[in-house]
């Protein structure tokens, strides 16, 4: 495409913007509020085990102020292909065809074993909003937020659950018909957490899957995997 003289399309005039405004200088904090995540722990079959296999450094953005590297803010278990076929595997079990303990548990119990997670949440509130800071660089008001955010969905989710599972609990005419509808779950979910709102997005695919009986096999987000 050629250009006319002395005129750019918007985005060639922003980037050329953006190259004439000057570096801005690294960040630099101290260690008072620096978290180390312990992610030497994989959730499999049901319950947390301590990793033994290989392990990544989680890195901040943020630079230390006596080192000058980028801070160190945990260490995040790393598994390999035969590790993610046991967690499919697993997960299969788990589901068993529909018949599994959890797709099987009344909704009710479901959601009661959902809001004692949400209650653990909400009691490492702090920590989890001081991690979004560090590990993605949000400032405090946007990863209280979306802490908040997540929290008010979550409960938003159960209260609609419980309001669809009574309406269904009749008979009523679909299409004409007259039928008794209930919902009902799928299987094994994959998650995939985005970097850019890694609590949030995750938490939001991953509560209401569970609240419906599926069994989910989760993977971190590439950034943004400590607060997971």
Not at 36 to 52: F, K, P, S, T
Not at 70 to 84: F, K, N, P, W
Not at 115 to 129: S, Y
Not at 207 to 219: E, F, Q, S, T
Request: one cysteine or more.
């Amino acid at each position: 495409m050629r250009l006319a003289t002395g005129l750019r399309p918007p985005l060639v005039q922003t980037f050329l913007l953006l190259l004439s405004l000057p570096r801005a200088k690294p960040i630099t904090v101290g260690p008072d509020t620096k978290p180390h995540v312990n992610g030497n722990r994989i959730l499999l079959d049901g319950g947390v085990h301590a990793w033994q296999g290989p392990s990544a450094d989680v890195l901040s953005p943020i630079q230390d102020a006596e080192t000058g590297k980028r801070s160190v803010i945990g260490t995040l278990a790393q598994l390999g292909e035969e590790d993610a076929i046991r967690a499919v595997e697993s997960a299969a079990a788990a589901w068993d065809r529909g018949q599994g303990e959890w797709p099987q548990m009344p909704l009710a119990e479901r959601i009661e074993r959902v809001q004692a997670v949400v209650a653990a949440l909400k009691e490492r509130r702090d920590e989890i909003v001081n991690v979004l800071m560090w590990e993605i660089c949000k400032n405090e008001a946007d990863a209280a937020a979306e802490f908040d955010r997540t929290m008010d969905f979550i409960q938003k989710t159960i209260d609609t659950l419980k309001r669809m599972d009574a309406e269904g609990a009749r008979w009523r005419s679909v299409s004409g018909v007259m039928a008794f509808v209930r919902r009902a779950a799928i299987g094994v979910m994959l998650l995939l957490g985005p970097f850019n709102y890694p609590f949030n997005e995750t938490y939001a695919a991953l509560i209401p899957a569970l609240l419906m009986g599926n069994v989910v096999v989760m993977k971190l987000p590439a950034i943004g995997q400590a607060q997971g």
